[in-house]
């Protein structure tokens, strides 16, 4: 299953009120461990029906990154029933972002 997006308008409907587990990876284009660690969740999202994958780019969807206090990035989140249940900050190895999201 590949990563999509989101924006503000669509998160609560495709994160927040998601029937499964959702990881947020909040990024920027000019954001150099971003595009590092965006192959990785790529690689994390295949095969994978028990977790959605999405993209929110903090530039364009302020307010989203703004309620969530997302003052790093990159910083991936872990969603579920609506709350963040887990997070990781930094541009992580493989094995330790998935420790830090339960996967």
Known sequence: MAVGEVTDATFEG???RSERPVIVDFWAPWCVPCRRISPILEEM???REDV????LNVDDN???AMNYQ???IPT????EGGQVTQQAVGAL???Q????LGL
Not at 52 to 55: A, D, E, G, N, S
Not at 76 to 79: E, G, P
Not at 97 to 100: H, K, P, V
């Open 62 to 64: 302020p307010a989203t």
């Open 52 to 55: 959605q994958f999405v993209k």
């Open 14 to 16: 495709e994160v927040l």
């Open 70 to 72: 997302i003052s790093s």
């Open 76 to 79: 991936i989140a872990r969603f």
């Open 97 to 100: 972002l998935s420790a830090q």
């Open 93 to 95: 190895p493989k094995n």
């Open 45 to 47: 999202s295949e095969g």
